[in-house]
């Protein structure tokens, strides 16, 4: 499948935007960070920014949480590497709060 071509004022604006969500993303994972926004929350926020974020990110935002214990426990509950927040199932949703809010 081609790309499709963009002028530059198209691809400009898609690199804005862009930026954008990076910078939301980034936001929300130092507020997960913080405790100003809890684990339950954002699994349960219908915000795109929330929804779109990969599980691994949002795991490894927790504090005391990084890359391998985030692979760790996605691995023992079954849950894609590539997995968003949107695409988790209420199962799924609900082993890795129990997992994570121990």
Do not use: N
């Amino acid at each position: 499948m081609a790309l499709p071509t963009l002028t530059d004022e198209q691809r400009k604006a898609a690199l804005e935007k862009a930026a954008q969500a990076r910078h939301a993303r980034a936001e929300l994972r130092e507020k997960v960070k913080t405790g100003k926004v809890s684990l339950k929350e954002v699994l349960d926020s219908t915000d795109p920014i929330a929804e779109r974020m990969k599980v691994s990110a949002l795991i490894e935002s927790l504090p005391g949480y990084g890359k391998a214990k985030a692979a760790k426990i996605m691995d023992e509950l079954g849950i894609s590497a590539t997995r968003r927040v949107k695409g988790l199932g209420a199962r799924q949703r609900e082993q890795l709060l129990e997992a994570l809010t121990k």
